[in-house]
């Protein structure tokens, strides 16, 4: 079976960007540059350098298409906001039916720490605590928020692969909030 990890998840309206276009983000939703996240890593074999994302004219939320590459979504929060969403998106496998970067993301444990590292070399850590499946093109609008506790979520394809639509059926999401921290190495 070939397998294509290119169904992006769409982005609600008014999630930051309206009418389907990339937002880009003003200086109240900048992040300092300590906080802006640039590689991601937890057991299992899960890492990933993290790029920003933004939608595409689709109003979709596409992940980079570098193997070993994870985005970022810009207009969300940052690593250790104090408040927000970090969110995260990879994908499951390549067009070539490879593992991609997220291909492990499914075999994580309730209570699995997942490192952050920013641009600074400070890791932020986050505990997976909820796994969920969406949809496909469905993920609920808090996923993209900027308010409300900060926490982390992980999205990737998931569900069966169709081949006539050549996309997954769904999304997964695992989510993490935020644990111990420790200084960068």
Do not use: K
Not at 47 to 60: E, H, I, K, R, S
Not at 85 to 107: I, K, M, N, Q, Y
């Amino acid at each position: 079976m070939s397998s294509v990890a290119d169904s992006p998840a769409a982005v609600p309206r008014d999630a930051g960007a309206p009418h389907g276009r990339a937002v880009v983000p003003g200086p109240a939703h900048r992040p300092g540059p300590a906080a802006v996240p640039v590689r991601l890593r937890a057991a299992g074999g899960l890492a990933a350098d993290l790029v920003p994302v933004a939608t595409g004219t689709d109003g979709a939320l596409h992940p980079p298409a570098a193997p070993g590459e994870a985005g970022w979504w810009a207009l969300g929060a940052s690593a250790g906001a104090a408040r927000g969403t970090l969110l995260v998106a990879g994908h499951v496998d390549t067009e070539t039916g490879e593992p991609g970067t997220f291909a492990s993301l499914g075999g994580l444990d309730m209570g699995t720490t997942v490192e952050v590292t920013g641009v600074d070399g400070s890791v932020r850590a986050y505990r997976i605590t909820a796994r969920r499946g969406y949809p496909r093109q469905r993920l609920p609008a808090d996923l993209f928020a900027r308010h409300g506790p900060h926490r982390l979520a992980l999205v990737t394809c998931g569900g069966a692969y169709d081949e006539g639509a050549g996309a997954y059926e769904g999304n997964l999401v695992l989510y993490g909030t935020p644990a111990t921290a420790r200084p960068g190495t």
